[in-house]
């Protein structure tokens, strides 16, 4: 597929944070709330004309649309969508970012027709306010990092330490009839997928039962994109055509040592040779599964936020020779930690005083708008 091919409206954009779930403390987090931005987005959008950022990754929070099975409330996607048109910023909605309604699991019978409904929905509502633009889309987040929070750790729903293949199996199982029932509805319609880019290595004192182990554990980043598409688990009913284009979530920490799963230094100083390249680990993706990229997340905390976007401005730009189409810096307004909101990430391109007021930080935005100008010459 030609780079002139690519739908979005800028190689830059911004991730709003939107997950909705239940945490480790069995708590309702509704991030597009806590950071303000539910109630500020004519004002969020407006700020992104500094960078020229036009697209941008927003969420339906599944858990608040629907507050009774099968009763929808759109009133504030509505209100969101409009004031994307007001400002021309295009919209990339995850319609289950890691939260489900009340009292659902996707280990529950009625997962499945309850998500084919939410999307028959949501592509109906779309288009009573939009009816010409590209929907653009992910079904479900990160399913290979939720079913592991969710099924093997008890971080989130369902709860549990011995079910991950299963949540994993019911996630792909609602998304493939998901993709499925939005586009027999509509021929306009893009699915994005998000998964985990990660690099596991063996330790330094080898055994060869661990670098099989190592070799295990990262195909495990690929099983839920090869079940969409139909390599695995052909009873699902996956395909490659659900797919349209590959989002590639991304940060400082993807790559660690099997079992003490000590992180190996982004910028790996000391040349260690196990660490990859993300430009390199990128490309791995895009040659199994040929469909276009984007690294739909990308960010680093504190103080050496600059310093990351800048390696992963370098790492992109030796991508020109397949269809790479862009990155999202995620989250761009700051955003608390899940299990304990008093604990900021400081990472977004805007920070969050105590009244909600944005900040500036200036260090990070110097260097985005740099390289945002870049796009535009």
């Known amino acids: 597929m030609k780079q002139n091919n690519n739908p979005f409206k800028s190689f830059w954009m911004a991730g709003y944070e939107c997950a909705d779930m239940l945490n480790a403390y069995g708590e309702r987090v509704d991030m597009a709330k806590i950071t303000g931005h539910l109630d500020r987005v004519d004002d969020d959008y407006d700020l992104l004309k500094i960078f020229n ?3 941008v990754r927003e969420g339906i ?3 608040r649309i629907e507050s009774a099975a099968y009763e929808y409330d759109w009133n504030e996607f509505v209100k969101m969508k409009r004031i994307g048109l007001e400002h021309g ?3 990339i909605w995850d319609l289950c970012h ?9 280990l529950d019978t009625d997962f499945e027709i309850r998500f084919i409904d939410l999307c028959r929905a949501f592509v109906r509502t ?6 010409t633009s590209p929907i653009m889309v992910v079904p479900i987040n990160e399913i290979s990092f939720i079913s592991w929070l969710g099924g093997d750790q008890a971080g989130t729903v369902p709860y549990r330490r011995d079910v991950g293949w299963k949540v994993k199996y019911e996630l792909v199982k609602a998304s493939i009839s998901g993709i499925r029932a939005m586009k027999d509805l509509d021929n306009n319609l893009l699915v994005l997928t998000t998964e985990p880019l990660m690099n596991v290595v063996p330790p330094a004192d080898i055994q060869p039962d661990q670098l099989l182990r190592a070799a295990q554990v990262n195909e495990y980043q690929f099983q839920v994109t090869d079940m969409l598409e139909g390599r695995c688990c052909s009873e699902l009913g996956g395909s490659p055509h659900l797919i349209d284009i590959q989002g590639l979530n991304y940060y400082y920490n993807n790559q660690w040592i099997l079992d003490s799963f000590q992180f190996l230094p982004w910028a790996n100083e000391s040349n260690d040779a196990r660490w990859k390249p993300a430009s390199s680990l990128i ?3 895009y040659k199994r599964y040929e469909k276009p990229v984007i690294l739909s997340e990308t960010s680093h905390p504190k103080e050496h936020r600059p310093d990351w976007l800048r390696f992963i401005a370098r790492e992109c730009s030796l991508l020109k020779d397949i269809p790479f189409w862009g990155v999202c810096w995620y989250p761009i307004i700051d955003r608390p930690d899940w299990d304990n909101l008093s604990v900021l990430h400081h990472s977004g391109v805007w920070e969050v005083n105590d009244k909600g007021t944005r900040l500036l930080y200036q260090p990070l935005a110097i260097e985005l708008e740099k390289l945002a100008s870049q796009c535009n010459e």
Not at 98 to 106: I, T, V, Y
């Open 53 to 55: 950022i036009k697209t």
């Open 98 to 106: 890691f939260g489900f309604p009340d009292g659902l699991s996707p």
């Open 283 to 285: 490309l791995d993706f």
């Open 126 to 131: 779309f288009r009573q306010v939009d009816t």
């Open 89 to 91: 910023i295009q919209q």
């Open 61 to 63: 929070r599944w858990s």
